[in-house]
Nanobody, 124 residues
């Protein structure tokens, strides 16, 4: 069992930055590929970014490439999503998720553990 808790959401103006953190507790954090997803009302959860167990590989949705950066600290059991140059269309509830699978997955169904989500609002 892995418990995930996100923090760092809030209101920011377009062009601004936010740093989301996800703190993990429970079973060995380094044994999980981690991902960030986002969701807006009426839509499915959308893959944003993922990172492998050691942090050696990352993957991003096309819509956030060059603006968002995912990283992890296995000693601190945390994964971070640094979001820069935010746009109004980035507004959503952002979720941290964990999967025991070996590769980065882009489907929400492949992730086993989820946080409660943190709201990101971007004003234009």
């Amino acid at each position: 069992q892995v418990q995930l808790v996100e923090s760092g959401g809030g209101l920011v103006q377009a062009g601004g930055s936010l740093r989301l953190s996800c703190a993990a507790s429970g079973r060995a954090f380094s044994g999980y590929v981690m991902g960030w997803f986002r969701q807006t009302p009426g839509k499915d959860r959308e893959f944003v970014a993922g990172i492998t167990r050691t942090g050696g590989l990352t993957n991003y949705a096309e819509s956030v490439k060059g603006r968002f950066s995912i990283s992890r600290d296995n000693a601190q059991n945390t994964v971070v999503l640094q979001m820069n140059s935010l746009k109004p269309e980035d507004a959503a509830v952002y979720y941290c998720a964990a999967t025991p699978q070996y590769l980065i997955r882009k489907r929400a169904d492949d992730y086993v553990y989820w946080g409660q989500g943190t709201q990101v609002t971007v004003s234009s």
